[in-house]
């Protein structure tokens, strides 16, 4: 069957007609896909933003300036650890001595 000029110019805007519709829902659908992206983006944003402020702090101690003194207060610690050590054992053999010389005189 042979087609003339006419019925070839009607299929022929029929398939761009389908055509256009089938972009145009890709398009729509690339749309909504661009607004969803961008919200999630946003989002991520924001959770960085206040993770980073919980990190770092913004115009208040984070939690790594906080680690930092509790580690200052950990160090220290060790260090009156130490010393109270020393003078424990000062003491102790202060009174082992003491003892000893008590008994065995």
Do not use: C
């Amino acid at each position: 069957m042979t087609w003339t000029g006419p019925e070839r110019r009607k299929e022929a805007l029929e398939n761009m007609t389908e055509l256009m519709l089938g972009v145009l829902e890709i398009k729509t659908k690339l749309e909504n896909l661009h607004g969803k992206v961008n919200n999630s983006l946003e989002r991520i944003e924001g959770l960085l933003a206040r993770h980073s402020e919980t990190l770092y702090g913004n115009g208040h101690s984070g939690l790594t300036s906080k680690i930092d003194k509790m580690e200052d207060i950990k160090e220290s610690l060790q260090s009156h650890q130490r010393s109270d050590n020393k003078w424990f054992f000062f003491f102790a053999g202060m009174l082992i001595t003491i003892l000893g010389w008590t008994i065995f005189k």
